[in-house]
């Protein structure tokens, strides 16, 4: 197929201009308007970039309409079934699956970076006892970057992944200390014996000295099914092309900034209940409807044009049918429902707004479904995850793709500083 374009008319001048229509291996073709400022004086005007293409990226695929999700080409039922949450970050990392000798080398390398510098623990001191892990969080993994001031200036390939690794593997720490010094525990160090998610239930949950709670039974170790739910969870985070906290990450990257402070600043971003803080927002809006009976009256505030109230965990910009990794964590659910103890009061809520919404002229005409924070706070409540670390767990699993879309930005060489302009209705 010849080169594609397409013209646009001043109906005012009547001049005319041409722009290349330039083609996706899937998904929407972008029109490129890179000269359309030169060419015409105007600009283009879209808040919230909901027709913008910021980027060209070789890294997640997401078909809105479809409901479909790929990370590198791979569908993300696939992996969520068959990989693991190490072999998808070095798929994100490095274009491709690893084979069995790559993996072991990753996953042991991921596993002996978790510690931190004492001087990093100490931060935690300075910071109050019930301050949100979220704003612990960011805070610290703005500190890190002072310990690795040569991240800056980068240009060899194993430069870039050892600085990728080095935050893959410190961020589960950084979390589960933000966790124990909102509690005023002690911290738990990372152990080498354990692999990343359950490191990190451990460094979680366990008791100074490391070991896990004494129930009637003896000690309650972490269940096998506990680590494959959390990993599955750490998977379907692990990337979503060019969401807010991604494009926040973008636009650091794009200053020349340390690659840490793009990812704290990416926590910032995603802690809002509009983006990542919703998981935590989903479980305490179910705990405040409390009962099935609520339901109605709660469903009716959220459809009052004069109120600002919103369901948590309903609708996407892209998804505009159900959201795949939602449609997993559905499943997952039931699984789990058998093997742990899945709250019966949260899940018969959920389950009748659920039911109510897909059905309700309000939902559908606006095409709202659940997302994947719908469904990931029941499964976070039955591993004993608190509220405060929902969104900690998903900034967890997105570290890898925040990192892998920096890399994707540095390495670009049509990348230029973030830099919109504005329609000026001012005096
Ligand atoms: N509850 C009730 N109404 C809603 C909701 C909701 N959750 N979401 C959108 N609407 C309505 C909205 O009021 C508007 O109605 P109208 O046309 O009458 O004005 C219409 O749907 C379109 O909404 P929008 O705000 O223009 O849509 P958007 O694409 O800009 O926003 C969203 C997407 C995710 C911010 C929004 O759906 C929302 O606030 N959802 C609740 C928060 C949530 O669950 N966020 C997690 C998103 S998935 C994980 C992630 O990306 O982090």
Known sequence: MGKQTMTLTNNITGDSYTYDILQSTRGPSVVD????FRDTGMFTFDPGYTSTASCESKITFIDGAKGELRYRGIPIEKLA?????????????????PKDRELRDFDLEIR??????TGLCQLYDAFPDNAHPMATLSAAVTALSTFYNDHIEMNREEEYLEMAHRI??????????????????????PDIALGFTENFLTMLRAYPGGKM???????????EIEIKALDTIFTLHADHEQNASTTVVRGVASTGAHPYVAISAGISALWGRAHGGANESVIAQLEYIGSVDRVDDFIKRVKDPNDDFRLMGFGHRVYKNFDPRAK?????????????????????????IEEIALNDEYFISRNLYPNIDFYSGIILTALKIPKSMFTPIF????????????????KDRASKIARPRQLYTGD
């Not at 079934?81 to 699956?97: A, D, I, P």
């Not at 709670?213 to 269940?223: F, L, S, T």
Request: some cysteine; overall charge positive; hydrophobic content about 40%.
């Open 81 to 97: 079934l068959e990989h693991s949450y190490m072999e998808t970050c070095y798929l994100l990392l490095n274009s491709r699956l």
């Open 395 to 410: 900034v967890i699993g997105r570290t890898v793709g925040w990192i892998t879309q920096w890399i994707e930005f540095k």
């Open 112 to 117: 002996h970076r978790a510690y931190l510098h």
């Open 328 to 352: 997993i964590l559905k499943k997952l659910q039931d699984q789990l429902k058998e093997e742990l103890d899945l709250d019966s009061e949260l899940m018969a809520v959920a389950s009748r």
């Open 168 to 189: 893959i593997s410190k961020i589960p720490t950084i979390a589960a200390f933000a966790y124990r010094h909102s509690l005023g525990i002690p911290f738990i160090q």
């Open 33 to 36: 308007l890179r000269t359309f």
């Open 213 to 223: 709670r004494i129930g009637p039974y003896g000690e309650e170790k972490i269940k």
